[in-house]
Structures are given as C-alpha cells and as structure tokens.
C-alpha cells in the first residue's frame, strides 16, 4: 500500500485524511501506486460520466462510453482499438460543435474517456466545470438551454463557484472511495465470510446496480464473523453506491 508520503494540498496525506478530504487531485495520485492503477482510474472515470449521459443526446457519447466500459473490462483490441480513436475523434467534434453551456460542459468531459489512460485526471477536471455550471442552474442563474455566447462570465458566479470548489471535489472525493479502501488501511477479507447470504446479496446488488440493500450485507457479513471495521462502515454509510464498491467487489472476488 502507500506510505504515509502521498502530498495534498493540506501537507502530507496519511490514514485520517484519506477518509476525510475533499482533494481528489490528491486520492487519484495515490491510487497510481496500486495494482491494476490504469483499469481502477477508468472505472472510476466512468462511473463519474455515467450520470452525465442521461442529458447527452448525441449517440458518439454513449458509444465512447461503451467502449471505455469494454476497456476496464479488457475487451478493447486490435480493430476495437482503432474504432476507439474514431469515436474519440468524432466526439471531440461533435464537443466543439455543441451550442450550449451545458451541452459543452456535458460532451468536453465524456471526451475525456478517450484511448489515453494517462489523460483520464483531465476528464475528471472537466467534471468540475459541470457541477458549476449545475449549481448555477439550480440557482437560477443559468438556463440549461443557455448558449455558449450568453454563458458567458458564468465563471465569476458565486454559486458556479462553489460548485466547481465545493460540490464538484466533494463527489469525485467520494466516488474514489467508493472505489477503493483507504491504502492506508489496507483490508484483509476472509474467504469464510464468503456464505451463501453474503454472496447472494452482493451479486443482487451488483447484477441490478441497486445497492439499497448494502446495510444488509454488512448485517450478513457481521453474521459470518467479518470482524473488520472499514468494511462495515462502508457498508452502512450513506452513499451514493454505485457498480465498483470495493466491499462488494472483495465479496465477489472482483478485487
């Protein structure tokens, strides 16, 4: 696991500040020591997009989406590879061609899925702009039909700024322990805690991307005599719980 050496904007990061920091700059640098860092960024990364496909209504975004899920599942090769660069290409300008303050903001982070593992830190910032501009439409200081052109000065906005500064961090924070546990902390998980119960639930939970019953889990878990406090927890905090939950996928053998 890391050592206690890992920089973040408040000094040097450690167990305590793992669990509690909105510096995701600072948790994805950490996770690159890690086995199999590439495959855990990009599911992070995706996972961060998913919500934003809902609003994109060019097909190219769904399809770069597909193909950056087929990646983390080590499905992308040969021919796949360079229809890859293909819808990269097409999604850059289908980005530039976009009308809207939202749209932009929606199609330059999908973008961002693109065949260059190295580049996926920059969709993750491109994120950040859409949670500004999300604050502002809840604000009322943006229409989510509002054109580039009228958009306009939106960045000195008090309420776009918090949610770029604030919110924005704050979910991808999150969603990076969502995915994993503290490197700090590192987990040993018996394969006797694997009952029928257990493994039932998470495959559920899993298979159905509904993790309403992961306070369940940890109750079963307890029952099979998981002694481990980090994975109860988890299991029981608040959320959001998306496919990736490093509980679940320790339960799966996913890990």
């Not at 500040?17 to 599911?43: C, F, G, N, Q, V």
């Not at 939106?154 to 969502?178: C, K, N, W």
């Not at 307890?222 to 406090?229: K, S």
């Amino acid at each position: 696991p890391p050592r206690a050496g890992v920089l973040s904007l408040g000094g040097v990061m450690d167990a305590n500040e793992w669990d509690a920091t909105t510096d995701w700059i600072a948790l994805w640098k950490s996770l690159s020591s890690l086995p199999d860092a590439d495959r855990k960024l990009r599911l992070i990364a995706n996972e961060l997009c998913r919500p934003l496909l809902r609003p994109a209504t060019d097909p190219v975004f769904h399809q770069l989406f597909t193909m950056s899920e087929a990646r983390v599942r080590g499905e992308v090769s040969g021919d796949a590879w360079d229809e890859w660069e293909d819808l990269y290409a097409a999604a850059e300008a289908a980005a530039r061609a976009a009308t809207t303050v939202v749209g932009r903001a929606i199609a330059w982070t999908v973008v961002g899925l693109g065949n260059d593992d190295h580049k996926l830190g920059r969709m993750v910032e491109s994120l950040l702009h859409f949670y500004g501009c999300l604050a502002a439409i809840r604000a009322g200081v943006l229409q989510p039909d509002e054109s580039v052109a009228e958009g306009r000065g939106l960045q000195t906005d008090r309420s776009y700024v918090t949610g770029r500064d604030e919110t924005g961090p704050r979910v991808i924070a999150h969603m990076i322990r969502e995915h994993t546990p503290n490197p700090f902390h590192p987990v040993a998980f018996s394969p006797s805690w694997r009952t029928e119960a257990v493994v039932g639930l998470a495959r559920t939970m899993y298979e159905s991307r509904d993790f309403a019953a992961l306070p369940v889990l940890a109750d079963a878990l307890d029952d099979a005599g998981c002694d481990q406090p980090d994975i109860l927890a988890h299991c029981r905090g608040p959320g959001p719980h998306v496919r990736g939950c490093w509980v679940v996928d320790l339960v799966l053998g996913r890990a």
